[in-house]
């Protein structure tokens, strides 16, 4: 291990952090003009032009105000809660492939923090850990509210990693791999062999179970039970001020990122493209890894907008509909998607 | 009972439908009626560049008014303060002097008249009472203010800015 190799790393995890964090600030703004858009509304427009510095106002904001711990609360569980939910959803970026490697100087340097092969089951790991975030911050506020919310979000979080999980399965089935990079090799292109190589075309209903699934893993909305201010005041973050809450709210965001480049990677090609090798051949290896790494995150921000577009359409499943929704229709089909895919699968290998 | 208008409709309870079990197609009834939206024109008005137009019959701040020749046209006879059914306005009358002649329209006029802009409920009792045709709520939104004093209007506020006068 060399100090060339530390350095890389370094600037690499250090890239992919603060995009990752700007990407979420972005979407606190992208969400609210969303809105107003889906609305007939204009949204922030008063920070700097078209408003775009809002984020900046509203983080400014949350420094400001005044931190307020509770004294009948768990004091080191309250201020922990905050930050495992950010620590958890940063450290989910880790395996995503971001794009092919560069190269530099005669250097190759992979576009990819760390290739576990593994990368599949790391990203599962991670996103479970976040609901203790938000469980131990709900606990830790000794207020009835958040203790239900958190009870809410532990619970629908275990339901639907079932479903989410075994919907990876019948990728697997195809992908033979659980490495990331390798699983967006596979989908080099989007035309191979007279079907599209990305895996969307071959697991469309794993891909709709798999959505579904990081919606409700994320606390997004249909799936904000957690949350929900009508019955639940603020819901885990009832107690929260200050950036303590800012952390929570940011790690919903920074979640939503990851999910949305796990979809992208696992089902639309990653940071693969039409042509890619055409133009690899017209403008050099770089160009095009450059390329497709503008493409992923493109990718990435149609889903955040996807989510975002799901959220002020579609109001809060009740939580007997989430529970049947989550056990009765998704894990059943995730079943069944599993025996079709490896059905069809040993026909094409065996016939 | 049997229902005289015949409108009364007893809603029954189906149990959903496939399809409708399966959420999705009703999802994306749903999303394509949002993203329509997006490209609809936005309502809002940005207040403090543009002002949406206040209709005909808007009645706002009041004021008293000037005659053509800059006179004021109030002589004080307490007819707006006796139809105000909020007793929002009160005044003191005096009497003109000769070289007062250029300021004052009649033999008597107001020499204080206040307006509790916090009483005032806007009906326009004063401006259908007044004789003189000296007061009309034709003025803008009554602004905010911090204190309860400071609402009470006096004739700095209320008169109407005088003519430029023609030669």
């Given at each position: 291990m060399d100090t060339g190799f530390i350095i890389e790393k370094f600037i690499l995890v250090a890239v992919i952090f603060g995009i990752s964090l700007v990407i979420a600030m972005y979407s606190t703004y992208a969400e609210r003009k969303v809105a107003a858009f889906l609305q007939d509304r204009l949204g922030?427009?008063?920070?700097?032009p078209f408003g775009i510095l809002q984020p900046l106002a509203d983080g400014v904001k949350m420094f400001m105000k005044e931190e307020i711990i509770p004294t009948t609360s768990n004091r080191w569980l309250f201020i922990v809660g905050p930050g495992l939910a950010l620590l958890c959803a940063c450290i989910?970026?880790?395996?995503?492939?971001?794009?092919n490697p560069i190269e530099i100087g005669g250097k190759t340097i992979p576009l990819q923090v760390t290739d576990i092969n593994v990368g599949v089951l790391y990203i599962f790991g991670v996103v479970s850990l976040g609901v203790y975030g938000v469980m131990i911050g709900g606990w830790a506020s000794n207020n009835k509210y958040s203790l239900l919310s958190a009870i809410r979000a532990a619970s629908q979080n275990i339901s639907y990693e079932i479903a989410m999980g075994l919907s990876i399965i019948a990728l697997l089935l195809v992908t033979?791999?659980?490495s990331l990079k390798e699983i967006v090799s596979k989908q080099h292109?989007?035309?191979?062999n007279g079907w599209f190589t990305w895996y969307f075309f071959k697991q469309p209903l794993g891909f709709i179970i798999f959505m579904v699934c990081s919606f409700a893993e994320t606390n997004r909305?249909?799936?904000?039970l957690p949350e929900c201010e009508t019955e639940?005041?603020?819901?885990?973050?009832?107690?929260y001020s200050s950036m303590k809450l800012g952390f929570y709210l940011f790690a919903e965001y920074i979640n939503m990122f990851v999910s949305s480049a796990v979809m992208a990677t696992l089902?639309?090609?990653?940071f693969n493209y039409p042509f890619m090798d055409l133009a690899a051949t017209h403008w050099g290896q770089n160009w095009a890894s450059i390329i497709g790494v503008i493409i992923f995150f493109g990718k990435i921000c149609g889903f955040i907008f996807f989510f975002m577009w799901v959220r002020w359409t579609i109001p809060r499943f009740r939580y007997d509909q989430l529970m049947n929704l989550g056990w009765k229709g998704l894990i059943p089909l995730a079943i069944a998607n599993i025996i079709i895919t490896g059905v069809v699968i040993a026909i094409i290998e065996k016939f | 009972m049997e229902s005289l208008s015949n409108k009364k409709k007893v809603l029954e309870q189906k149990p959903l439908s496939f399809m409708e079990r399966m959420y999705l197609p009703a999802i994306a009834k749903g999303m394509g009626i949002t993203i329509s939206h997006l490209f609809k024109k936005e309502a809002t008005v940005r207040y403090p560049e543009v002002e949406r137009e206040f209709s005909t019959n808007f009645r706002g701040m009041h004021s008293l008014k000037r005659d053509e020749?800059?006179?004021?046209?109030?002589?004080?006879?307490?007819l707006c303060a006796l139809s105000c059914p909020a007793e929002a306005i009160t005044m003191i009358a005096a009497e003109r002097k000769p070289e007062e002649k250029h300021l004052y329209r009649e033999e008597k006029y107001a020499a204080t008249y206040e307006i509790n802009m916090l009483r005032?409920?806007?009906?326009?009792l004063c401006e259908e009472a007044c004789p003189k045709e000296?007061?009309?709520?034709?003025?803008?939104i009554v602004p905010a203010d911090y204190?309860?004093?400071?609402?009470?209007?006096?004739k700095d506020k209320l008169v109407e800015a005088p003519l430029e006068m023609k030669k």
């Open positions: 922030p427009d008063r920070a700097g989910g970026t880790a395996v995503i492939p971001w794009g033979n791999s659980l292109g989007f035309w191979e909305a249909p799936f904000d639940l005041i603020g819901g885990y973050h009832t107690e089902y639309f090609g990653g | 020749n800059g006179r004021e046209r109030c002589t004080a006879c307490g005032c409920i806007f009906c326009g000296a007061i009309y709520l034709d003025g803008p204190l309860r004093k400071d609402f009470i209007y006096g």
